[in-house]
């Protein structure tokens, strides 16, 4: 009997699974252009699957382990429709089409001009160039990048100004993950989008490395006192670790603990803080609708303070963002 490679079984998988929705579709009288339509359904049903996983193995943690209770609770309403908003609108959109439509541009682009197709697993060994340690690998870069996008999105006044609308949840939890602004979003996807092009992620592995990142950030937001043990907190970005970056007192440029998945950059670069205990969560600057208003007030909220912030910093450069 022949072993397929892993990547062949995966890819053999998805094309399976692909050709189930595309079945189901003709049977809905959805034929028409049913190839991309099947490659939305099926991305989004992934984006979907993956907050069922972070839902079952968050709310356990959030009931029976957590760090604090909240006497009223704030509704999570705008939260909830982040999510989905993310998982079935742009996640599929941005994360698979555009990508695989840039992928495809540049390597039809270097082919033109008889250029290599760029790509990470060309600098391992032949031997050593197994799918999962590809995987792996394209992982850990992307996650160094979205490190420094995060630590720059702290120092720069009108960017946080976007982003202080995920850091104005006073009450964190899992589904505070998913609370962004959609401009900041944008420059989140453009980011990572940039960085996979550079390192030659292929089309079809950029969106699962995404859910891993979506994963284990639901996870690192949750209200849970679990944290990793000494050597594990130091590689992997805990709860405990993650709420350090949310203290109430430690808003914009204060910031520390930028990692998304690894707190290893942290380590690396100096911004890491342990032991700190944090429990209150929040920014003190953030107006009212940036903290509990809907969805399309907290957006509008955060582009306010967007220009707030961005005029500030034209006038006194140095001061610190509030």
């Avoid at 720059?152 to 009108?158: E, K, N």
């Avoid at 609308?165 to 609370?179: I, K, M």
């Avoid at 453009?190 to 979506?214: D, N, T």
């Amino acid at each position: 009997m022949v072993k397929l490679p892993a990547s062949s079984l995966t890819t053999l998988s998805t094309h399976s699974t692909l050709g189930t929705i595309q079945a189901f579709l003709n049977k809905l009288g959805l034929g028409q252009n049913h190839y991309i339509l099947s490659l939305w359904v099926f991305f989004a049903a992934c984006g979907v699957a993956e907050l069922c996983i972070s839902f079952l193995i968050c709310t356990p943690l959030e009931r029976f382990w957590p760090l604090t209770s909240w006497q009223k609770r704030n509704s999570i309403a705008a939260d909830v429709s982040y999510a989905f908003f993310v998982r079935i609108v742009l996640f599929p959109l941005i994360a698979y089409f555009e990508y695989n439509w840039l992928r495809q541009s540049l390597e039809g682009f270097l082919r033109i001009h008889d250029l290599a197709t760029p790509s990470l697993s060309r600098l391992l060994p032949a031997r050593v160039a197994w799918p999962t340690l590809t995987f792996v690998l394209n992982f850990a870069v992307l996650d160094l990048a979205d490190y420094w996008r995060h630590r720059i999105s702290h120092r720069v006044s009108w960017w946080y100004g976007i982003h202080s609308l995920h850091h104005a949840e006073e009450q964190l939890t899992f589904w505070s993950d998913d609370r962004s602004h959609v401009l900041e979003d944008t420059i989140t996807y453009v980011w990572l989008i940039a960085v996979a092009l550079v390192i030659g992620v292929p089309g079809m592995q950029f969106p699962f490395l995404i859910l891993c990142f979506r994963l284990l950030g639901s996870i690192s937001h949750a209200n849970t006192r679990m944290d990793y043990g000494w050597l594990g907190s130091y590689i992997f970005v805990s709860p405990q670790f993650h709420r350090t970056h949310h203290a109430l007192k430690a808003a914009g440029r204060r910031s520390t603990n930028f990692g998304t998945a690894l707190s290893l950059w942290d380590v690396l670069f100096g911004t890491a803080r342990f032991g700190d205990h944090t429990i209150e969560t929040g920014d003190a600057g953030a107006e009212p609708a940036l903290v509990n208003g809907s969805w399309g007030e907290q957006q509008l909220a955060g582009l306010r303070r967007m220009m707030r912030l961005g005029r500030r910093s034209k006038v006194s450069p140095t001061r610190t963002a509030s």
